[in-house]
């Protein structure tokens, strides 16, 4: 019985010593506190309504960057792309056919031109055997003022009618002219209409691109919300994700716990389940006096409480979710 009496206060004494030992070496005189390990999870959303053509993971499945999570199809984005590959369509056989209206048009101006100019050379050329012929005749049947005078009457005929065929292929050049500028500006519009449209085009495709989600990061699949077939509308959750490793620490002030703390300040955080593992962080946040998670209250039925230190600290680390950790 004695023996078992002094086991008894041997053990007390091994486990009193032991509590010093930790105190001292990790507490005393540091104003170390705990906390644990978090992640952020991320939801994965649906931009626009879709079908659930399959699914590729499931809760707790570890995924690479890359991977493709779920695929989906959307009908009425579909619908819209060939709307628009439609309408682009449509205007570019307009301009062509407006183009080819153009070509038609300037070679019948062109022709034209061409029947004005002949019929004016032809009459120029009658007019100039009048000419000839009248020379002949006047030296033979009439008198040299008689001769002139025909003579002036013909040339001045002549020029009435170059002058007139002058202005005449004027106008038909005024009136080219003024169908190249018209056609220029009505395919610059058409033109335009076109870019608008292919720009929102791009965007379509871009937005169909983006309906299959792959995952951004090497994480852990936390649920996945819907199943193939399903219909979703838009911004519905499809599923959520974890990082594999800590994003954030959670640390709890209790009691006489150093307040002086700061945003900013840079603390030392360590591992208490695998103490080689230490990394900086920073402070980015106070919250409220909450109950200490489970996993760092003591086993007695009273509750311990704790002003929340929210801490940042690099995604590059070997810290688990869920990790108590001692933070200096």
Do not use: C
């Not at 506190?33 to 978090?38: E, K, N």
Request: glycine share 4%; net charge negative.
């Amino acid at each position: 019985m004695l023996s078992k009496v002094n086991s008894f206060y041997i053990l007390i004494g091994i486990l009193f010593i032991t509590l010093l030992t930790v105190n001292n070496r990790y507490f005393k005189g540091s104003n170390a506190f705990l906390g644990v390990t978090y992640a952020k999870k991320y939801q994965i959303n649906s931009e626009k309504s879709a079908t659930i053509i399959n699914t590729y993971v499931v809760p707790g499945q570890t995924v690479a960057f890359g991977e493709i999570l779920v695929e989906l199809k959307s009908p009425e984005l579909e619908l819209e792309i060939i709307k628009l590959e439609k309408e682009i369509e449509n205007l570019t056989s307009e301009k062509n056919e407006k183009q080819k209206l153009l070509e038609s048009e300037l070679q019948l101006l062109d022709s034209k031109k061409r029947i004005l100019s002949n019929e004016v050379d032809n009459e120029i050329e009658k007019i100039d055997l009048k000419i000839t012929r009248n020379r002949t005749l006047s030296k033979i049947f009439t008198t040299a003022d008689t001769a002139t005078n025909s003579l002036s009457d013909l040339n001045l005929e002549k020029q009435s009618l170059m002058d007139q065929s002058d202005l005449q292929l004027e106008a038909i050049d005024i009136q080219i002219m003024d169908l190249k500028q018209d056609h220029r500006f009505d395919q610059s519009q058409i033109q335009a209409n076109i870019d608008l449209i292919q720009q929102e085009l791009q965007w379509r495709l871009e937005e169909q691109n983006k309906l299959n989600k792959y995952a951004l990061f090497d994480g852990v699949v936390d649920d996945v919300h819907v199943k193939p077939g399903e219909q979703v509308d838009s911004f519905t959750s499809l599923l959520s994700i974890n990082p594999i490793h800590s994003t954030t620490v959670v640390g709890f002030l209790v009691g006489s716990k150093d307040r002086s703390r700061q945003l900013g300040d840079l603390v030392d955080i360590q591992s208490l389940e695998q103490g080689n593992i230490k990394l900086k962080g920073k402070i980015i946040g106070f919250g409220s006096i909450t109950e200490l998670p489970e996993i760092l209250q003591k086993s007695t039925a009273v509750k311990a409480f704790g002003l929340e230190v929210f801490i940042e600290i690099n995604e590059e680390n070997n810290l688990p979710i869920g990790e108590k950790v001692m933070i200096k």
